[in-house]
């Protein structure tokens, strides 16, 4: 294959100078766009291989028979993600309005808020949250963001109680 | 544009001149043939490895209780894994088919001779260190034959004469695989041999750099002006297009033949069939012929006859007038090689 | 090479790079939308059943994997759910924690499954275990076996610890029962048994009479015992302690409770099977059982929703027909197989599905009278089940066919079946029989015919099954009447004769050649000696 030892200087006596330099200029230009595009996609690939997946479908998942659920009292339940739920339900009417479900994470930072029985309130330990029976922000950081403990959502079906969580992934075990 | 130049040259004071002529080699001319291009291709592929293990590395938990299932994760679930894996699995396979050719090709043509015996014996080390990196990257995925062929292979170390069960006991953390076996491995494939490997290969370069590369006079370059021709960027554009190859290559193959999964490693159970990696194939069939002690001492000394192979050769052709006495020796120990793979490949036992 | 060459080939190689990686982004798109479909559900284990879960994969392996792969295990509903018992139920023991029984009842699962419990218990096959006080159990308790234990006459090596008694009541607790159901017992410490009779549970189904609780025996762990005579037992008619009957597990296998299983022919062919009711055999025969056998991978067997006209068309099974949903009757499953039956062919003479507010068959014969008692007619069962036939056939088709069942049931019953219920109900008004049951041959014959010749033959009929309707049905029920029923009837008469009851002899006599004599008999001309 031939191979040129030295460029030529191009001679603008003929055209065919400026059209070597175009075809030079022009070759440079399609190499450095194969080269990013080839693997700037491999990079784009590569970023969307380490970005964390998307959150998982819901699914609902059986809690308890109502018949086994008193008025007045409350359940703990964990979901699939190991988050843990604070179940209660506040009469006896076998409809999903007697259930509140409460997540235990606050939302202020991130902390986990535990029931305090004699002050009748969730309360958190980091930055001093505190939150009443339904999750409203009662005192506190959460409070001035006017911010209330996430609410899982649960319906009553044939007498069953369900809760609303993410889908398990991976092995359960 | 030149204050900021400066700026840059008073902070990083890079000889410029100096530097392009040390990295500007002259390449000699039998370069501008393709057959030529068997040592860059691993070298490259030895940087995609790295770039594919890193991104894997992310998603793998190494731990006999979660291995599997993190490799599963991987090819089912994260996005593009299954592509990064299957880059990284055919990666390896790529890698290690053209360090064999870029050896065989040093063999054959003689660049090992004086004075490059030691250039060589670095690239045996080389070679080793691929080799059981990618053993122990296929351990590291913790199927059945990952296990079996780790428990396997660690055995057969063993009935190496005084060291065999002192490497056994390094390579798996004890006498049998245990719960600190699959670590071991993980350390091994991603930190220990790429970094051997990175330096034997600086090593390997520079030895190169100053010897310069062997040359060799090809009837169409005679009419050529110069015996050499620039690295830059005339060498440098033919090695773009090389990785370019190597990476359509490496998606199309990742596309087709995807890496798949085996069932999950079960210390209870060996299966019927339990086989090394492709490239053991040849040591596999080869220790099966013998039995024993005579197994481990003739690889042993074939090891070591390879090693030494510039010395002895340089011996032979000292000594006797058969120079072209190599070429036949690597004619039957290529087709000796190609046969043992062939054969263990089409038997089951 | 020029370099503009060299340049320009690694711009074009860039590009072929990218439409590679654009082929990857397109199979890893495709890959996505597959695995969204196919995606497992996987098992989540409740924190009240983390302890059972942890200890029984080691004890158990098998059992919790059965679970993990149930719809219980993708919900959530874990060990406790099922076995948690309450204080005061008579086989309830404390476990590692946890207070459980190890028999879980449809009572237990009504907790959750409310209305296919209610449909259950209302079922006929709730009714199983009324075998107990039946003939046939006499058969398996008496005839086959012993109802009291009895010595073995000569030393016997056994294969673990040595023979001392004989248990007579075997062949019931291992082959009737296991298909009707046991009456689940506690063993008591005086070596005796407890159950639902003992312990007449209330209506939340622990012990009104609690003395009897004192007597329980209990293992090294605490564990009331279960005797072993009735347990283990899945019988469909289960008599449990808790007063519920049946056990769910009969179809829906534990512990993944598979629907899928239930809806297959095996689920059912486990008791409907054999000489006496060979369902499923009848149902392999017919061509809706080759239609099943060659579609089956077509049935959509794992779906959720399974109804007919919607989910599968490709054939019917048991389920389909006799209990699942079906397009027309808006997908509605009922547990209650009853539902859709016309004429009951268990009986020795067959008589048509009307029943009562109890779901019991209305025998009334006074027309004014049944009207009155009849809740769920005959006729509306019926129509219940061409509802389901009407799927696939045209009404012609439909009506056709049960015109001729109707007439096959017929046949059988006013040639053979009433006739000779007729004769045997004579012999024994006339003692002209022993006492006890199957002592005598003609016994057996009768009960022969109408239990497993008549039986055959008419659940052939109802299942288009023609080998059995013929050749194993009537064909065998005429040749039991006219070679083995009524000659053995006429030698006892004339043994009868000779033996001083003349008059009862005769009398019966009168009857057994009247009903020979009909035009249907007389082919086979007057008695020959």
Known sequence: MPHDAQPTTPNPADGAGDRRSFLTKSSTLLMAGGLAAGYGTFAHVAGRFLYPAAPRAKTWMFVADLGNFAAGSSMKYRTPDGARVLITRRDAKDDVSAFKALGSTCPHLGCQVHWEPQAQRFFCPCHNGAFDTEGLAISGPPKDANQSLPSFPLKVDKGLLYIEVPAASGEEV | MSTSSTWWKERFPVPAGQLKELTNEPVPNHLRHWWFCLGGTPAYLFFIQIVTGILLAVYYRPGQSEAWQSVREITDEVAFGWFIRSVHKWGATLMIASVILHQMRIYFTGAYRAPRELNWMVGMLILICTLMTGFTGYSLVYEQLSYWGATVGANIMDSVPFVGSFMKNMLLGGEAYNSHTLSRFFILHAAVLPVAMLLLLVVHITLIRLHGVTEFQFPQDAARPSKTFNFFPDHMLTELMIGLVLMIVLSALATILPATMGPQADPLTTPEIIKPEWFFYVVFRWLKLFSGTAAVLSTGFILFVMFLWPLIDGWIRRRTRASELSVWIGIVAVLAIIGLTVWEAAVAH | ?529
Not at chain 3, 177 to 197: F, N, P, Y
Request: aromatic share 6%; charged share 25%; proline share 5%.
């Open chain 3, 1 to 529: 090479m020029t370099i503009t060459t060299k340049k320009s080939i690694i711009g074009v190689l860039g590009f072929l790079f990218l439409l590679s990686l654009i082929f990857v982004q397109w199979h890893e798109v495709t890959r996505r939308a597959e695995e969204a479909g196919l995606s497992e559900a996987l098992a989540v284990i409740p924190d009240s059943s983390k302890a059972c879960y942890d200890c029984h994969k080691q004890k158990t392996p098998a059992l919790v994997d059965h679970w993990r792969g149930s719809t219980h295990a993708e919900k959530g509903v874990g060990c406790v759910e099922c076995h948690q018992a309450e204080r005061g139920d008579a086989d309830g023991f404390d476990h590692e924690g946890a207070f459980i029984a190890t028999v879980v009842t449809p009572r237990d699962c009504s907790r959750c499954h409310v209305t296919e419990g209610a449909e259950f218990a209302a079922s006929h096959h709730a009714a199983g275990g009324n075998i107990l006080a039946s003939l046939d159990n006499r058969l398996a308790e008496v005839v086959e076996g012993a109802r009291v234990p009895f010595n073995p006459h000569a030393k016997s090596p056994v294969p673990v610890g040595s023979l001392t008694q004989v248990n007579g009541m075997a062949s019931v607790q291992l082959g009737c029962m296991q298909c009707h159901g046991s009456k689940v017992a506690l063993a008591t410490t005086d070596g005796g048994t407890i159950t639902v009779d003992d312990l007449k549970p209330g209506p939340d189904g622990k012990p009104t009479v609690t003395a009897a609780l004192a007597k329980v025996q209990k293992d090294q762990h605490g564990r009331p015992v279960l005797h072993s005579s009735a347990w283990p037992n899945t019988g469909i008619g289960r008599l449990n302690l808790d007063g519920s009957k049946g056990s769910c597990a009969a179809c829906h296998s534990r512990h993944d409770f598979s629907p899928r299983r239930a809806r297959q022919p095996e689920a059912c062919g486990k008791c409907h099977m054999g000489p006496d009711h060979p369902q499923k055999e009848i149902f392999e025969e017919s061509k809706h059982g080759i239609a099943f056998r060659d579609r089956m991978s077509e049935m959509n067997l794992d779906a959720k929703h399974w109804v007919l006209g919607e989910d599968y068309s490709a054939a019917p099974t048991c389920a389909t027909c006799h209990m699942s949903g079906n397009k027309k009757n808006g997908g509605r499953v009922t547990h209650d197989p009853g539902e859709r039956i016309s004429w009951t062919l268990r009986p020795p003479v067959s008589i048509p599905m009307d029943t009562d507010e109890k779901h019991a068959i209305v025998k009334e014969l006074d027309p004014e009278k049944r009207a009155a008692l009849v809740k769920d007619s005959a006729e509306a069962k019926r129509r219940r089940m061409q509802e389901v036939c009407s799927h696939c056939h045209t009404p012609d088709y439909v009506n056709g066919f049960y015109k001729q069942y109707d007439d096959l049931v017929v046949l059988y019953n006013e040639k053979y079946a009433k006739p000779g219920a007729a004769i045997i109900a004579a012999l024994r008004k006339e003692n002209l029989l022993t006492a006890p049951e199957f002592d005598e041959k003609v016994e057996w014959t009768w009960y022969l015919l109408w239990h497993h010749e008549g039986r055959r033959a008419r659940h052939g009929a109802s299942m288009m099954g023609p080998d059995y309707t013929h050749w194993h049905g009537m064909f065998e029920v005429a040749e039991r009447w006219y070679t083995e029923l009524i000659p053995e009837v006429r030698e006892l008469l004339e043994k009868a004769r000779h033996n001083g009851q003349k008059e009862a002899a005769d009398r019966v006599s009168a009857l057994v050649e009247g009903i020979m004599a009909r035009p249907e008999h007389q082919w086979s001309g007057p008695q020959k000696n």
